[in-house]
């Protein structure tokens, strides 16, 4: 299995494009045959079969993909994404966030933890 790690919040999706094709053993269903991704700083993929079929491309402008969507049989027959605009500072800031309110989380319990030890 594929996986891509991003340097979020520095990068970020930008478009999701592939092809899609009838599938002749699963009835001729039309089926997601690749998928490809680009960022701000490159492309990933395509990953799946070949570039073969109909081409697809959702392109964001002025935004982000944030999170996608599918659906499945036998194959994936279809691919949403979820997007965001595109505010790095926010997108910065809220990683931050993020990241403070955990740290707390974890001192606040290990620090009752410890007092409950005394």
């Known amino acids: ?7 979020f919040p520095e990068e970020y999706v930008t478009t999701v494009s592939g092809h899609y094709a009838p599938v002749a053993a699963h009835g001729g269903e039309p089926a997601i045959r690749s998928l490809a991704f ?9 990953f799946g079969a070949a570039a073969e079929g109909t081409p697809f491309t959702f392109p964001v402008d002025g935004g982000a993909v944030v999170g996608f969507w599918g659906r499945s049989g036998r194959q994936l027959d279809a691919v949403g994404v979820h997007v965001a605009p595109l505010r790095p500072e926010t997108m910065y800031e809220k990683a931050h966030k993020m990241g403070l309110m955990a740290y707390r989380s974890v001192r606040q319990r290990i620090g009752s933890q410890q007092q409950q030890q005394q």
């Open 1 to 7: 299995m594929a996986q891509i790690k991003l340097s």
């Open 38 to 46: 680009t960022t701000n700083r490159r492309e990933y993929g395509p």
